[in-house]
């Protein structure tokens, strides 16, 4: 059933509107042997909770968006997959976690992961993207509850846009980054209760940074001084 033969999808996919999908997964994935397509929009399906299929997909030419689904709590993303253009995960207000996507190298466009997880008490946990280690664009976390970056972005070293990581609420708070060398455009932190005790340990790089209220914690906790006091005059450099 479906399109089992179909390998190839030059433009986009959209699955938008369905108000009694509840499933994407590999099993009954109406797309089993698709393994290239120009991009995929999932988007306003009201029962939706998981997005985990597409098992033979290797290459996103385009954007990957998953925004507006209200029952959504994982999205997994398949070990096969390696090119991915940019990824828009947008008011998806019961997302629990974000994982897979190890294969995955490079963004030639952007991060987005914006006003999910609308409930303070439940953790988004945001994992996987090991051997990520440039995103063309900007990479931006903002405005979602709970967020908690133990294991992604492990291995990123360049951003060629902004990184943006303002207020999301929760008491784990981004701890990783720790290869990050590169930020093309603006470092913006702001609304942070707390800083890990060590933050952007490699950082080098970068075109200005807004750090809101914080930034005379902010400036302790860099430990590459020269950047500091070259970039934002940290009084403590």
Known sequence: SGFNALETLGGELVIASNASLTSIDGESAAFPSLTTVGGINLEDNRLLTSAEGFGALTTITGTLTINDNPALTRIVGNAALTTVGGVSIRYNPQLAEISGF???VSFTGEFVCYRNNN???RNLTIGGFGALTSIGGSLQIAWNEGVDLVTAFASLVTIGGNLSLD?????TLFANFANLETIGGNLSLSRWESFPSTIFPALTTANAAEVGTNETEFCARVTT???CRANYGCPLS
């Open 102 to 104: 190890d294969s995955v």
């Open 167 to 171: 207020c999301n609420d929760g008491d």
């Open 119 to 121: 409930d303070y008490r």
């Open 225 to 227: 001084t020269e950047y």
